[in-house]
């Protein structure tokens, strides 16, 4: 039977097996790539964003070690996934390829979510470079000290200096802000379109897997499998009594 080398893995070309079996780890590999900028991204914004709270409308930065987490957390799943994919092929298991088709799937959906919150930040970027202004951090009404809120100029507990500094971090590092959740959301984005693709040619893989193997020996069809040292079952025929004539 006539294999190929793919990724250091003597593959089946019989239906294809080979073929699909590439592709299926370029895609994984890319996700692997994605994923690392995209967890890179994560924990820079979440050591270095800044954290702008305006009356409640603008709030960056939210958890810090949440983000760092999240990051890391993404780069090792990725890692993980692409592990399995190699152990599934090596192993010809069916099981596992159903397993990551519907981790994929779920993948995709997530991500297309990510891509829509992505597309809408960066929109919430741009309104807010025009109407956050530092009038908004100055109370135009009666102070109150009924309730102590910190996202409210009127609260008697709302740190107006705190507010300034925010509006002037958020001003001047705009672009680098804005370029980052753009190029967030172009990977979520990539991400959600390579998922998909995956999960369909795992689908794929599914159904091939039941007609051909990636790495095990392909038997002709109709032989069946043999499992040497297991009891044959059948019917024992007894030798015939020597008939009269012959005595």
Not at 70 to 98: C, E, H, K, P, W
């Amino acid at each position: 039977m006539t294999t190929e080398t793919v990724y250091g893995l003597q593959v089946n070309e019989a239906g294809g097996m080979a073929r699909l079996a590439k592709s299926l780890q370029k895609l994984h590999l890319l996700f692997v790539v994605i994923y690392f900028f995209s967890g890179v991204l994560t924990i820079v914004n979440g050591l270095t964003g800044p954290e702008v709270r305006v009356q409640g409308t603008i709030h960056i930065k939210k958890d810090p070690m949440h983000e760092v987490l999240s990051g890391f957390f993404n780069i090792v799943v990725s890692l993980i996934v692409f592990l399995a994919l190699r152990y599934a092929i090596q192993s010809d298991d069916r099981r596992l390829m159903t397993g990551l088709m519907w981790c994929d799937g779920c993948c995709g959906m997530c991500h297309c979510l990510f891509g829509a919150l992505g597309c809408l930040l960066v929109v919430a970027l741009l309104a807010g470079r025009e109407h956050v202004t530092p009038e908004m951090c100055k109370c135009t009404q009666m102070v109150r000290f009924d309730v102590c809120d910190t996202s409210n100029a009127c609260s008697y507990c709302f740190d107006e200096h705190k507010c300034y500094i925010g509006i002037d971090y958020f001003k001047n590092n705009f672009g680098l802000l804005f370029f980052l959740t753009s190029l967030w959301t172009i990977l979520v984005c990539t991400e959600m379109i390579c998922c998909t693709v995956a999960a369909v040619k795992l689908s794929t893989a599914r159904q091939q897997m039941l007609q051909f193997s990636f790495c095990r020996a392909t038997l002709p069809q109709g032989t069946g499998c043999v499992v040497v040292g297991a009891p044959i079952q059948g019917t024992i025929l007894a030798p015939s009594a020597p008939k009269i004539a012959d005595l």
